[in-house]
T-cell receptor
Framework: NAGVTQTPKFQVLKTGQSMTLQCAQDMNHEYMSWYRQDPGMGLRLIHYSVGAGITDQGEVPNGYNVSRSTTEDFPLRLLSAAPSQTSVYFC???????????FGQGTRLTVV | QQQVKQSPQSLIVQKGGISIINCAYE??????FPWYQQFPGKGPALLIA?????SEKKEGRFTISFNKSAKQFSLHIMDSQPGDSATYFCAAKSGGYQKVTFGIGTKLQVIP
């Protein structure tokens, strides 16, 4: 049982480049979300989705896009990377009426 | 604005001692309060959780104390061990699709 799988684990980007962080879950969870983790800031919600075709913004959405075409996948796109987007990114999923969030292993992104 | 305030940001405890991490919230719609544990290089994982209709929940060496009137809850780790060294996040969620809001995290170090 893979759970929540994030790829890549590490990435270095140059300012202005774009890329997609992949997230896939095999638990048939409706709810998926993306967080960024920064020292002293905790986990901040970027975007979330309550089901295929439905997405919404979290507290720090600027510079990021998401889409949800299937229940399993929830990619996060950086449109034009900036040094301020250097962070560790976590994808999480949970069942609609469930309470426990299951996190991936994270993607450490550095923008130079 | 920080909906869940967590303190301290870092904590050093001797082996065998009690680790205490505190959180406070403002939104009275929150009805589920989980604690997540995160080891270096890993995603957070659910440790223990409580609902506001009980004042205390204990699982092994980990106890959540909940004070609904004060809108505060805390994690107590009894007989702390070096293997407990991790970052701990408190969180809060209201029902259904509602987002989980995390505290900023506490880095716990248990020294021999």
């Amino acid at each position: 049982n893979a759970g929540v799988t994030q790829t890549p684990k590490f990435q270095v980007l140059k300012t202005g480049q774009s890329m997609t962080l992949q997230c896939a879950q095999d638990m048939n969870h409706e709810y998926m979300s993306w967080y960024r983790q920064d020292p002293g800031m905790g986990l901040r919600l970027i975007h979330y989705s309550v089901g295929a075709g439905i997405t919404d913004q979290g507290e720090v959405p600027n510079g990021y896009n998401v889409s949800r075409s299937t229940t399993e996948d929830f990619p996060l796109r950086l449109l034009s990377a900036a040094p301020s987007q250097t962070s560790v990114y976590f994808c999480a999923s949970r069942p609609t009426q469930g309470t426990e969030a299951f996190f991936g292993q994270g993607t450490r992104l550095t923008v130079v | 604005q920080q909906q869940v305030k967590q303190s301290p940001q870092s904590l050093i405890v001797q082996k065998g001692g009690i680790s205490i991490i505190n959180c406070a919230y403002e939104n009275t719609a929150f009805d589920y309060f989980p604690w997540y544990q995160q080891f270096p290089g890993k995603g957070p994982a659910l440790l223990i959780a409580i609902r506001p209709d009980v004042s205390e929940k204990k699982e092994g060496r980990f106890t959540i104390s909940f004070n609904k009137s004060a809108k505060q809850f805390s994690l107590h780790i009894m007989d702390s061990q070096p293997g407990d060294s991790a970052t701990y996040f408190c969180a809060a969620k209201s029902g259904g699709y509602q987002k989980v809001t995390f505290g900023i995290g506490t880095k716990l170090q248990v020294i021999p």
